[in-house]
């Protein structure tokens, strides 16, 4: 008698499973699916705006005096160098979509991605 009991329980346990699965990915691809590709990297030191770097220009810009190096490349950004001690600025990786951030904690850095390709209106006074 318990076999059947094991059994029904078995198979209710892979549907909760699978179903938690299956609105895991769909939640996935609603988030992705809905990320802008940013314009702009914006550049902040100490909270202060510094420089705006379009990421559509490819380069190499030494930020903060050369205490860190960020790389643009197709659209991309990330931090190839940095003369902090944790490098976690570095490690953060390729930024490309609206809102994601580099930030260098020790050199008070912080790169953030904005605007995207949309050419909507931001604001209208009237």
């Known amino acids: ?4 009991s094991d059994r029904k329980k078995l ?5 909760l499973a699978g179903s938690l699965l299956l609105a895991a990915v769909i ?3 609603v988030i992705n699916g809905s990320r802008e590709s940013g314009g702009v990297a914006v550049v902040r030191v100490d909270g202060v705006e510094t420089e705006r770097l379009p ?7 030494p930020l903060n005096g050369g205490s ?3 790389i ?3 659209g ?6 940095a003369n902090c001690p944790d490098l976690i600025c570095v ?4 930024i490309h979509y609206t809102g994601q951030v580099i930030t260098c904690l020790p050199n008070r850095l912080t790169v953030t991605i904005e605007g995207g390709e949309s050419g909507g209106v931001d604001l209208i006074v009237g």
């Open 1 to 4: 008698m318990k076999r059947g």
């Open 11 to 15: 198979i209710r346990d892979l549907v």
């Open 27 to 29: 939640l996935l691809l």
């Open 55 to 61: 990421l559509s220009v490819n380069g190499t810009f």
């Open 68 to 70: 860190n190096i960020l």
């Open 72 to 74: 643009i490349q197709d």
């Open 76 to 81: 991309q950004a990330w931090m190839s160098e």
């Open 91 to 94: 490690r953060q990786g390729i």
